[in-house]
């Protein structure tokens, strides 16, 4: 019975501990992109001599994009796809690490 409760938590561990990369790129840059478009449109709305000027810097970057109600919707694809790229990258190192440290403690354990 030892022997099978070991193999179910290597198999668990396995399964757990890694991530979608593609699903983990999409859930980040749709976060970023809202993010940004309600912050835009927020600020549009709220109005003022000067609109969001902190804000405005990210037209820097992101070519295109101003603090209008048209440039939420520039800056929130922006956001998708760079975000979601980050997203991805990002998920994918995790994967790698995990699956380096999962094969050390298989290592350890073929060991004792």
Same mark, same amino acid.
């Given at each position: 019975?030892?022997? @099978?409760? @070991?193999? #179910?938590?290597?198999?668990?561990?396995?399964? #757990?501990?890694?991530?979608? @990369?593609l699903v983990t790129g999409i859930a980040v840059g749709l976060c970023a992109g809202l993010v940004l478009f309600c912050a835009t449109n927020f600020l549009v709305l709220k109005g003022g001599d000067v609109v969001g000027p902190h804000l405005a810097l990210l037209g820097q970057v992101f070519i295109g994009y101003r603090v209008t109600f048209v440039g939420s919707f520039i800056g !929130? !694809?922006? +956001? *998708?796809?760079? !975000? &979601? *790229?980050? &997203?991805?990258? &990002? +998920?994918?190192?995790y994967n790698w690490i995990a699956a380096i440290n999962l094969r050390r403690q298989n290592q350890n354990k073929r060991v004792e």
């Open positions: 019975m030892r022997q @099978e409760d @070991e193999q #179910v938590r290597l198999l668990l561990r396995t399964r #757990v501990i890694r991530l979608n @990369e !929130f !694809f922006y +956001a *998708l796809i760079s !975000f &979601g *790229l980050i &997203g991805y990258c &990002g +998920a994918k190192i």
